[in-house]
């Protein structure tokens, strides 16, 4: 997997149709029968409300109850997705796909990297999907409608890049990966109506491994995005949220708990660069909407927002294969002969 920037391709044709009132009063109605159910339901958060805190927009409005196309944010919107899904297209076909195509084929890779990329799939395709949703906020787009259609955009651009490789000799198509894709973005889906899961986030940490630069595969080298021994993955859990309403006032809004896992080679003879072992860890983790003070200007707060789909270093213990203290996981402190 390499982790892929958005695509809006759907967006992009249907925002230059003619007849926007017409896709328009389409959504509406779907919309609209929407809001007659949310009026029966129980349990259904406001638009905004996101597990112990109320998420912001870009441009700090609320979204729209309904559909109501913006032109100016639309084509905005279509012309810098549309420019960054083709410069994407251009340069993995030009760094992957292009100078070892083949007939399309299947490769699970199920084992190879202990499954550390299979979270990395989960963890693109459902940030991919996130960010689809804001720019179709953003665009004019119901909360409703936004969430629903970027979680299927999020997945149909996790499934081409998926089925490019499958036509790349050194790749093919890994069903594995396909499912890890299509977890990210139903999870993200189903978020919205299921409140109960907005508790439950994964997040992201990258520190370079001794790998980055290198590959396995001829002429690869490995980025960040495939670095995956440097990469970490959490599940980090909203315990304020969760705590009965007479203890939450004793326990900080914005210290929650995650538990991280991350596959590292530990074997130093052979010239295999995959990784041996795995490794568990338990952390702290920080809900950056409750830790850092509210903006008066409201990119500050979706900053803020977005960047809280990252694990920063934070007080953490290995499980295994030894258990070890780290005082700011990922990085490493060593005193005399102390490391942590």
């Given at each position: 997997?390499?982790l892929?920037?958005?695509?809006?391709?759907?967006?992009?044709?249907l925002?230059?149709?003619?007849?926007?009132?017409?896709?328009?009063?389409?959504?509406?109605?779907?919309?609209?029968?929407?809001?007659?159910?949310?009026?029966?339901?129980?349990?259904?958060?406001?638009?905004?409300?996101?597990?112990?805190?109320e998420?912001?927009?870009?441009?700090?409005?609320p979204p729209?109850?309904?559909?109501?196309?913006?032109?100016?944010?639309?084509?905005?919107t279509?012309?810098i997705?549309?420019?960054a899904?083709?410069?994407?297209h251009?340069?993995?076909?030009?760094?992957?796909?292009?100078?070892?195509r083949?007939p399309?084929?299947?490769t699970?890779?199920?084992?190879?990297?202990?499954?550390?990329?299979?979270?990395?799939?989960?963890?693109?395709?459902?940030?991919?999907s996130?960010?689809?949703?804001?720019?179709?906020?953003?665009?004019?787009?119901?909360?409703?409608?936004?969430h629903?259609?970027?979680?299927?955009m999020?997945?149909?651009?996790?499934?081409?890049?998926?089925?490019?490789?499958g036509?790349?000799?050194?790749?093919?198509?890994?069903?594995?990966d396909a499912?890890?894709?299509?977890a990210?973005?139903?999870?993200f889906?189903?978020?919205?109506?299921?409140?109960?899961?907005?508790?439950?986030?994964?997040?992201?940490?990258?520190?370079?491994?001794?790998?980055?630069?290198?590959?396995?595969?001829?002429?690869?080298?490995?980025?960040?995005?495939?670095?995956?021994?440097?990469?970490?993955?959490?599940?980090?859990?909203?315990?304020?949220?969760?705590?009965?309403?007479?203890?939450q006032?004793?326990?900080?809004?914005?210290?929650?708990?995650?538990?991280g896992?991350t596959?590292?080679?530990?074997?130093?003879?052979g010239?295999?660069?995959?990784?041996?072992?795995?490794?568990?860890y338990?952390s702290?983790?920080?809900?950056?909407?409750?830790?850092?003070?509210k903006?008066?200007?409201p990119?500050?707060?979706?900053l803020?927002?977005?960047?809280d789909?990252?694990?920063?270093?934070?007080?953490?213990?290995?499980?295994?294969?030894?258990?070890?203290?780290?005082?700011?996981?990922?990085?490493?402190?060593?005193?005399g002969?102390?490391?942590?």
């Amino acid at each position: 997997m390499r982790l892929n920037i958005l695509s809006l391709a759907v967006f992009i044709v249907l925002t230059q149709l003619n007849s926007k009132q017409v896709f328009a009063s389409a959504l509406g109605l779907a919309d609209s029968i929407a809001l007659i159910n949310d009026s029966v339901r129980s349990g259904r958060p406001d638009p905004l409300k996101w597990a112990s805190f109320e998420r912001v927009t870009l441009d700090g409005r609320p979204p729209n109850s309904v559909t109501q196309l913006r032109t100016i944010p639309s084509v905005l919107t279509a012309a810098i997705y549309g420019g960054a899904v083709a410069g994407l297209h251009i340069y993995q076909a030009n760094a992957w796909w292009s100078k070892d195509r083949a007939p399309f084929h299947i490769t699970d890779d199920w084992s190879e990297n202990l499954q550390n990329d299979k979270f990395g799939h989960f963890y693109a395709s459902y940030l991919i999907s996130y960010l689809n949703r804001e720019a179709l906020i953003e665009s004019g787009f119901s909360d409703e409608s936004a969430h629903n259609i970027g979680a299927l955009m999020g997945l149909l651009y996790q499934l081409y890049v998926e089925t490019e490789d499958g036509y790349s000799k050194y790749w093919g198509f890994s069903p594995t990966d396909a499912y890890a894709d299509i977890a990210g973005s139903l999870f993200f889906l189903c978020q919205y109506h299921i409140p109960v899961l907005q508790n439950f986030h994964e997040k992201w940490t990258y520190f370079p491994s001794k790998f980055l630069g290198s590959g396995s595969i001829p002429g690869q080298k490995r980025t960040f995005i495939d670095d995956y021994q440097g990469q970490s993955y959490w599940w980090s859990v909203d315990l304020w949220n969760l705590l009965p309403k007479g203890v939450q006032s004793d326990y900080p809004k914005f210290l929650q708990l995650a538990v991280g896992y991350t596959a590292k080679r530990n074997t130093t003879t052979g010239t295999s660069d995959l990784p041996d072992t795995r490794e568990f860890y338990i952390s702290l983790d920080y809900s950056l909407m409750h830790l850092l003070p509210k903006s008066n200007i409201p990119i500050v707060n979706w900053l803020i927002q977005g960047l809280d789909n990252i694990h920063f270093p934070a007080p953490a213990v290995r499980l295994t294969p030894k258990i070890k203290f780290f005082l700011l996981y990922p990085i490493q402190f060593h005193l005399g002969n102390l490391f942590f």
